[in-house]
């Protein structure tokens, strides 16, 4: 039996009532920052300088790209009161930050995702040590939440059977490299015709979500699209 539904929600009922009676302190960082059309069709890197541009685009970086999925979007950019929490939930145990993380990760599905029908929410694994070390996935953790709220379920059909090193610090070659075959599909999944939409907190250059997106492409997946939070 899965009980990581009723979880979620005890979770996020008591983040309410913890908030209630223990406010946190106010963040002295800068309010979120939307991220806003004119975007990239492919990646959605934003382009505020081209405000006055009609129609779709494609940025440089993706010309020179092999996508395996059709559109990338995040919600904000990875800066102030986001990348506080985005870094306080993954790295420095505040745990009550989940609930803010899921209602921008909800408010950006409905911007950008909503208008199309999903078959599952599919969570960018963690290897196992890393698993082991943090205690939680935080890309599970917020497709448990955006798909409780939107009633989309989640398909927790990868794992990362090679360690890689860990992204940050890392040039945008030297992450793709790193990405490079490690992810695989979990035995009895069967994703044939399946619109899914991979879910991770923050993109950066887009080289692990591919390479989870090309995992699911090779087993026969329909539609793929990536959706995040933030977006470096």
């Not at 009922?13 to 002295?28: M, Y």
């Not at 934003?46 to 990338?72: I, M, R």
């Not at 408010?107 to 196992?128: I, M």
Request: charged share 25%.
């Amino acid at each position: 039996m899965d009980l990581r539904p009723a979880l979620s929600f005890a979770q996020d009922w008591g983040n309410c009532v913890l908030d209630v009676a223990f406010p946190w302190p106010e963040s002295q960082e800068e309010a979120p920052v939307r991220i806003e059309a004119p975007l990239c069709r492919q990646c959605g890197l934003p382009f505020p300088a081209l405000e006055d541009l009609t129609g779709d685009f494609v940025c440089g970086h993706c010309q020179q790209k092999e996508w395996s999925f059709l559109w990338a979007r995040a919600g904000y950019l990875t800066a102030g009161q986001v990348h506080e929490a985005v870094v306080g939930f993954k790295y420095e145990e505040e745990f009550y930050r989940r609930a803010q993380l899921v209602n921008w990760l909800v408010e950006t599905y409905d911007r950008f995702a909503a208008a199309e029908q999903w078959d599952g929410l599919v969570p960018v694994p963690l290897h196992h040590r890393r698993y082991r070390d943090r205690g939680f996935n935080q890309a599970r953790e917020l497709a448990d939440g955006l798909g409780g709220a939107r009633n989309v379920p989640v398909i927790d059909c990868l794992y990362r059977y090679r360690e890689t090193d860990s992204q940050t610090g890392l040039r945008r070659n030297e992450r793709w490299n790193n990405m490079k075959h490690a992810f695989l599909l979990k035995p009895k999944f069967d994703l044939r015709g399946k619109n899914l939409l991979i879910i991770d907190d923050v993109f950066t250059t887009g080289a692990t979500v591919n390479a989870c997106a090309r995992v699911l492409a090779e087993a026969g997946a329909s539609r793929l699209a990536v959706l995040t939070i933030a977006r470096s």
